[in-house]
């Protein structure tokens, strides 16, 4: 806010509309301003914006060194004005860290596709095994949403940093002819972009809060799957391991995935808080009650989860320990069943059936009941049976997945809007 105050003074000095010598004074007091952030929350409650205790002090502080500086303080702009540009002074530079957070995030799943893209894993739907697909696969498919939503995100956050500058009731009426340039100035100054005012327009930052909490739902979805495949059951990926890691606070033999639950408890919140914004477009008017005051601190609250999401995650996959033997014995446990597609796709879908139903009755494996059977025997030869319980003659498309996500990522990754 003192930066904005500093950077009016100045560019109204520019276009005269503001004394030089004065403007000066008002700048160098912003710069070392120190504000009782109590004190100003407390008097904000009864003022209702904490734009006016915030420029009663600095007035006061200017009035200091000159009286005559002090008149130009706040000059021509309003509450809004300060405290929405304020506010996406702030999330520039915390959208500007959550980019960050993201690639780090891309680039780290990027590199667990490319080293585990021929590991036989089980795919599961709906919670149960389904078929036999590599693990690099299912890494890139988590980064897939990644790859298509942070232009997304990067888009909304550049929107998101515009100045806000109208003035009384968002015609700039009191710089007469020079308001424009002055916006245009002013906007340059604090490295913003320039724009109408925005008083009652409140999509952008609406915008933003949706994009973020896409991010931490991309980051919950893979913390889902680390989490689940982290239980003994499973036993395939663990968070990596640190002293006081995961403990439990009466358990010492529990190994909790502590980075997960972070990414999770974000992405419980941030819906909510983004549904809030969704909830701030319908101010009265041109300024509103209640809807752009809360926006300050819905914002806050979701940019903070998003980055709490990303970061938890990047930790989570950067050290992610990943128990080749235990997707392979997954696989095993199934018996074959897991290549039941394949059986249905070269024998008749009633002949699958009814192997299939056998080999879980007898509690065997499948290709065991099928060398047994003689309708399966007559139909395929031995060696071709054997060869439909490899994984790897089951992959499909994968492999062309995983190549075209890692090229698109690459891509993405380094084209900041």
Request: proline share 4%; charged share 20%; aromatic share 4%.
């Amino acid at each position: 806010m003192a930066r904005f105050e500093a950077a009016l003074a100045q560019s109204s000095a520019g276009l005269g509309i503001v004394p030089k010598r004065e403007a000066e004074v008002i700048a160098q007091v912003c710069e070392r301003a120190r504000f009782d952030a109590a004190a100003l929350a407390q008097a904000a409650r009864h003022a209702g914006t904490l734009a006016i205790p915030f420029v009663r002090e600095l007035t006061a502080q200017v009035a200091t060194l000159s009286k005559e500086a002090a008149r130009f303080v706040h000059f021509g702009a309003t509450s809004q004005d300060v405290i929405d540009s304020a506010l996406a002074m702030c999330l520039k530079a915390s959208s500007e860290r959550t980019d960050s957070l993201a690639r780090e995030l891309g680039d780290a799943a990027a590199e667990i596709a490319r080293r585990y893209r021929d590991t036989p894993s089980v795919a599961r739907t709906l919670l149960q095994p389904a078929i036999a697909v590599p693990f690099g696969w299912k890494v890139a498919m988590w980064l897939a949403p990644l790859v298509h939503s942070l232009p997304q995100y990067r888009a909304a956050a550049a929107a998101a940093g515009t100045l806000q500058f109208g003035g009384a009731g968002g015609t700039l009426a009191a710089f007469g002819d020079k308001g424009s340039a002055l916006a245009d100035a002013l906007a340059t100054r604090l490295q913003l972009q320039s724009a109408v005012t925005w008083h009652s327009a409140r999509d952008r930052f609406a915008r933003l809060g949706c994009e973020t909490a896409v991010l931490t739902g991309i980051s919950a979805k893979m913390a889902r799957d680390v989490a689940l495949s982290m239980q003994p059951e499973i036993g395939e990926l663990a968070e990596p391991a640190a002293a006081g890691r995961g403990g439990s606070s009466s358990m010492p033999h529990k190994r909790n995935p502590a980075g997960c639950l972070l990414a999770l408890e974000a992405a419980r919140r941030a819906p909510g808080l983004a549904a809030t914004l969704l909830n701030q477009m319908d101010p009265e008017h041109e300024r509103g009650l209640g809807h752009w005051q809360s926006q300050w601190l819905t914002l806050r609250e979701l940019a903070c989860a998003g980055a709490s999401a990303l970061a938890a995650m990047v930790e989570v996959l950067r050290g992610l320990q990943v128990d080749v033997q235990a997707m392979r014995a997954n696989l095993e446990r199934t018996k074959g069943l897991v290549f039941s597609e394949a059986v249905s796709l070269r024998l008749s879908r009633a002949l699958a059936d009814r192997l299939c139903e056998q080999a879980m009755r007898q509690n065997t494996h499948l290709l065991e009941v099928m060398r047994n059977d003689g309708e399966a025997k007559r139909a395929m030869p031995a060696a071709e049976m054997a060869a439909l319980f490899e994984p790897q003659h089951h992959y499909g498309a994968a492999s062309q997945m995983i190549e075209r996500v890692l090229a698109d990522w690459a891509s993405v990754r380094g084209s900041v809007v």
